[in-house]
């Protein structure tokens, strides 16, 4: 698990400039299009153990070079919110979100 | 016939991700060849059919769960990855595995195939929904991706009639294969599964990306239809509105609609026993087949229409896609009392019966979640609680329009209990993530799928085995408490030159008497008191304990009218209401108890339910009651 961290890191620093224009997929609003660039969960509080939100956003298809469309917000709050990961459509909260680090699509 | 190289019949498993048309796939395969069981030792749901190739052998095939990954996350996903595991003590390894992966979304899929491949076990891919994979203007070269993949495909569309022809013959092609090395004395290929790291997971998707890169000639334009449809169903003020009416209008529709079914019903068990009065000796076994028998499971039977009714809407909305949409819009609502979104599909279920719903929420990865949801599962009105509610709601609701003619009054009835229902589990459900479920709310990662008209098909299938459980459960259950009910009721029997009705002297009569006085306070007379002693063996023979009391302790002209009849002229307007209020929370389901105990493997949980559930049915009457003496000023 700590291995896992520490690969994911390391893809993060070798890829510098993507690094300062990241956001997090929580913070997107509808109609936005990027692309995810890596996943750090060490900011969300999860009931689970370390490395298995990851691996559940993977597993969703929330991995590296995927595109993802903001779709539609719950109500209240703007939460949950549905996006679009290439071809499927997944629903997540923005709790969780805030794990998958994006960036604005060209 | 069998295959060379085989005994018995050889055993296929159909796996893929929720919503890739698995269950289709089955139903078009297996058609009406089907049988539920249950995994030893769990309580999932084992669906197995048969069919016979187009080379003339015989095929077992079972369905199982949907899953995104055989890391396995809840119950149901541990049972589809110990299958193909082999990690059942009584269900050897399956011998091939079918894999299904929907071709319209084939990225997400083929992950799950890569991770099924390493288990060394014989697989065909079929590439289903390929019709609307080929609308959307996808074209997947499957010579290219069965090289890519070392295994074949084949394009499936399990809704056409023809559909799974190809997979048919690819079925014997590989079984030919298999039982030639079987025969030869050929081993199965070890199994090069593990648990993937988050570093596998990435690993699996860049291969489906290669993959992708030769075997997609064209990834076409995906189908705007269900973004259009999302825009208006999960708008988030429109969409709630539209999820509230929609289940309003099935409330109304479980009214309308079964009335003539049901009185066709109705017709055909007065003639079976006007027969029997007729054609029988008088005596006790003419009395236990006409008072306990029919009496019993009629009462019940009667209301096969309704709750049919329910599970058509039930099964609908789950086939269309829309049940993953309701769980979006009510996240955060259920959220606020601590549930899980997903929560809704268990309690959904639990409409129909509790036990279904509770068996659902394994789908809830979180122990304290899905404890949570089991707990107030009970809450939600059962149809087992219709019959009930509709007795009383005839005998005491003018049946009339109300609100300019658009809302039938019993129907508004209805709504409120079931709201009342509703309510009071979302208040339990915040009581409890606040004491006793403490901690973070784990998250929600949910496909919405695209929508899709449900298949006649595939819905009639699923209703045939709701109601198959329904009837045996009426036929077994109640068959035996009424019976039981029927002794009860009669036995002793009243002594020679009696004046008050002869069940006053028999068992139930003397327990009732026993308890009625701990029920008075509520309103509840001695006959109301002995109805409640048999239906702690389900809510439904509340009924039909009603009726083999009022039937063996009336005479004459009480008997020719219906129980409704009887029941307005017998019970007061405060003691109805009060009924129906501990109907609403009451614990009477010994099945309910039973399943709780098994899928928390302890005592303690059933335990706590029944006790919570009786405090509240005793307080919710007792309020009901006094309350509406009041304000009726008698």
């Not at chain 2, 899709?452 to 036929?475: C, H, I, Q, S």
């Not at chain 2, 335990?607 to 919570?612: G, H």
Request: hydrophobic residues 50%; glycine residues 8%.
């Amino acid at each position: 698990m700590s291995k896992d961290r520490s690969t994911n890191a390391a893809r993060l620093v070798r890829a510098p400039t993507q690094r300062l224009s990241a956001q997090r997929l929580s913070t997107l609003g509808r109609g936005e299009q990027v692309t995810v660039i890596g996943i750090d969960e060490t900011d969300v509080a999860s009931s689970l153990p370390p490395g298995e939100l990851e691996r559940r956003l993977i597993e969703m298809g929330l991995v590296e070079g995927a595109s993802v469309v903001a779709m539609h917000e719950g109500f209240p709050g703007r939460d949950p919110i549905a996006i679009r990961v290439n071809d499927h459509k997944i629903a997540l909260r923005r709790a969780e979100a805030h794990a998958v680090l994006v960036v604005p699509r060209a | 016939m069998t295959f060379a190289g085989f005994a018995e019949p050889p055993r296929l498993v159909l796996v893929g991700n929720p919503n890739c048309g698995k269950t289709a796939l089955f139903n078009a395969l297996t058609g009406s060849r089907q049988k539920v069981a249950n995994y030893p030792g769990v309580t999932v749901e084992r669906k197995e059919g048969q069919f016979v190739s187009p080379l003339g052998h015989r095929v077992r095939l079972i369905d199982l769960p949907g899953t995104y990954s055989l890391r396995a996350r809840s119950p149901d996903e541990e049972v589809t990855r110990d299958v193909v595991l082999g990690r059942f003590v009584h269900e050897a390894r399956p011998d091939v595995i079918v894999c299904v992966a929907d071709a319209t979304n084939l990225r997400l899929n083929l992950r799950l195939v890569l991770e099924l491949r390493k288990l060394g076990q014989p697989m065909i891919l079929a590439l289903n929904m390929m019709d609307m994979a080929d609308k959307q203007g996808r074209s997947i070269d499957a010579a290219a991706l069965s090289a890519e993949l070392g295994m074949p495909v084949v394009p499936t569309v399990a809704i056409r009639r023809d559909g799974v022809a190809g997979l048919l013959e690819q079925i014997d092609r590989t079984m030919a294969v298999v039982g030639a090395v079987a025969g030869n004395g050929g081993r199965p290929a070890p199994c090069g599964w593990s648990e993937p790291t988050s570093h596998d997971l990435r690993g699996y998707h860049q291969n489906v990306e290669a993959i992708l890169a030769v075997a997609m000639r064209n990834a076409g334009r995906p189908s705007e239809v269900t973004h259009r449809i999302d825009h208006v169903l999960l708008h988030p003020a429109l969409g709630l509105a539209i999820l509230l009416s929609l289940l309003f209008l099935v409330f109304q529709a479980v009214f309308a609609w079964a009335e003539a079914p049901k009185n066709l019903i109705d017709a055909g068990l007065g003639a079976l026993k006007d027969l029997i009065v007729m054609g029988m000796a008088e005596g006790p076994l003419k009395s236990l087949i006409t008072d306990g028998v029919i009496a019993g499971v009629g009462s019940v039977v009667i209301f096969l229409p309704q709750i049919l009714i329910l599970f058509f809407f039930i099964q609908v909305l789950e086939d269309s896609g829309y049940m993953a949409r309701a769980a979006f819009l009510l996240d955060r609502l259920m959220g606020g009392v601590g549930l899980h979104g997903r929560a809704f599909i268990p309690l959904l279920s639990s409409f129909a019966c509790a036990v279904p719903g509770i068996m659902a929420s394994r789908t809830i990865e979180s122990r304290a979640d899905r404890l949570a949801t089991i707990m107030i599962a009970p809450l939600m009105t059962c149809s087992a609680r219709l019959p009930v509610y509709a007795l009383l709601i005839a005998a005491f609701v003018p049946d009339r329009m109300v609100a300019g003619g658009w809302i039938s009054l019993p129907g508004l009835v209805m709504f409120i209990l079931y709201a009342a229902g509703i309510s009071s589990a979302l208040i339990v459900a915040f009581v409890l993530k606040r004491t006793v479920f403490k901690g973070e709310r784990p998250p929600l990662l949910m496909e919405l799928p695209a929508y899709r008209w449900p298949r006649p098909r595939d819905v009639v299938l699923g209703l045939f085995e709701r109601a198959r459980t329904f009837l045996v459960r009426a036929g077994t259950i109640i068959f035996a408490i009424g019976v039981v009910l029927w002794f009860l009721a009669s036995f002793p029997v009243a002594p020679d030159g009696a004046t008050g009705p002869a069940i006053n002297y028999s068992l139930a009569g003397i327990f009732g008497h026993w308890l009625a006085p701990i029920l008075a306070p509520i309103g509840f007379g001695w006959q109301i008191t002995i109805a409640l002693i048999p239906a702690m063996a389900a809510r439904e023979v509340l009924v039909a304990a009603l009726g083999t009391v009022y039937a063996l302790s009336e005479t004459g002209d009480a008997l020719q009218t219906s129980l409704s009849g009887v029941l307005a002229t017998n019970w007061s307007l405060p003691t109805a209401l009060s009924l129906l209020a501990w109907v609403v929370f009451a614990p009477q389901c010994v099945s309910t108890l039973s399943v709780v105990k098994r899928e928390t493997n302890s005592w303690f949980w059933p335990a706590v339910m029944f006790t919570y559930l009786t405090i509240l049915a005793y307080a919710g009457a007792f309020v009901t009651y006094r309350l509406s003496l009041f304000l009726l000023g008698s």
